[in-house]
């Protein structure tokens, strides 16, 4: 039996003992894992640092933060969330107790990514815990450092038999993928995704997928140009470029591209510094396959701004590019890196136009005063999440779905997202062995008269207190009575 057979099957086995069906036991491990991130950030953001080259704050700030937001929101509600759910009846289950229970799916395995690799592992994680399921973590082995801290330091705070975590490249992923779980959480490129669902097919496992593509910027000509293009500049390079939310390029009127170019410059020596390759707040390409993908981008283009570079530091200078064509090769996949090519475009019919020849993207951003245009780009376009005058915020709030559509994903998480992504929602009828009378009409033989009857119960829905469900029971006991007579 390899190791991640053994790992799935301790997973199982814990599983199945029903412990973590208890949500005392489930707050205990969520608080546990918050006590992770208090205790043990000087080593998680160490890790990061060799990784990605992000500070301890940025990674305290991009990472960790809001894990303990989202940890502290599922403590805080879970006992709700786990609670079953009433819901309205009709006349005909007016007397019966209908509610959705939710229970756990069972073993969840949860591959994350290595842009954000605590961020976009742990968050699904503490959903499949909530949730009630054991979870089988695999983060993405290009984060080395990170894979190993993770690999040490979970064992530590949490079950490690309900929640095993499994490192390696290719083949152990492979190999995971060839065992049965309940559900599979993917976080990464589309590419992959397609290989992971093809695996899960096999066995009906369904799945959730976080993935990504060219998610568009347009800048309205009446904006304030300078408050936008500062917006867009701490998106588009927050971790070099590589976020899968990032601005991935701007479509605007060619009157206000030189602007655009300008201010975007400002703001890179302000963030930056003059030399971005010094400043401690700019990362680096994640490694060289990489760095030669974004650099090979650049062939066909005008750069405006920056296009410095250093393979042998994975060195990428945040770099802005002018009067972009659709079939330039920047604009054939998804950047995943500090390139930000500008197309020009004569209108905002255009704009809408280009932006729906593509794939659908996981997020879509506008920077308009105009309400009317906002209205416009979000009615006519279709995206994962669409943000106006701002870039990256809608991911911290947990009351959103977070989630693509189409290309760019599957399925959505984030606060009770999450938890109901990664639970059964089960429906549920408790009916009493009294009052037959009213279920006469189902019954053969049927008749014009008994259809009639069964129009009105099903049809009237029921959402009264409690004096009128007394009412409504003795009129039903009425009501049954003459059912009984007719039939």
Known sequence: MSREQQAVARARKAFETG????????INQLKNLQRLFSERQK???????????????GAQFYETLGLEGEISLFIKNLKEWAAPRHVKKN???????????????????????????????????????????AAVVKPSEVCVHTSKVMEDLLPIYIDKELYPVVTGGVPETQELLRQK????????NSTVGKVIMEAAAKHLTP??????????CYIDKNCDISIACRRITWGKYSNCGQTCIAPDYILCEPSIQNRVIEEVKKCIKEFYTDNPKTCPDYGRIINQRHFKRVMAMLEDSNIAVGGENDESDCYIAPTVLRDVKPEAKVMQEEIFGPLLPILPVSSLDEAIKLINKGEKPLALYVFSPDNKVIERMRDETSSGGFLANDCLVHYSVSALP?????????????????????????????????????????????TLKKL?????????????????????LAALVMVAAVVIQVS
């Open 19 to 26: 412990r973590s069906k208890s949500v005392e036991y489930r």
């Open 43 to 57: 080593e998680i953001a160490a890790a990061i640092k060799k990784d990605l080259n992000k500070t301890e704050v």
């Open 91 to 133: 006349l005909l289950t007016m007397s019966d107790t209908v509610y959705i229970h939710p229970e756990p799916l069972g073993v969840v395995l949860v591959i994350g990514a290595w842009n954000y690799p605590w961020a976009v592992t742990i968050r699904p994680l503490i959903g499949a815990i909530a949730a009630g399921n």
């Open 181 to 188: 779980f309940d559900h599979i959480f993917y976080t990464g």
């Open 207 to 216: 799945v959730t997928m976080e993935l990504g593509g060219k998610s568009p």
């Open 402 to 446: 977070f989630g693509g559509v189409g290309n760019s994903g599957i399925g959505c998480y984030h606060g009770k997202f999450s938890f109901d992504r990664l639970s059964h929602l089960r429906g549920c009828l408790v009916k009493k062995l009294k009052m037959e009378g009213v279920n006469d009409m189902r019954y053969p033989p049927h």
């Open 452 to 472: 009639g009857w069964a129009r009105f119960f099903i049809l009237n829905t029921v959402d009264v207190g409690w004096v009128g469900r007394m009412a409504l």
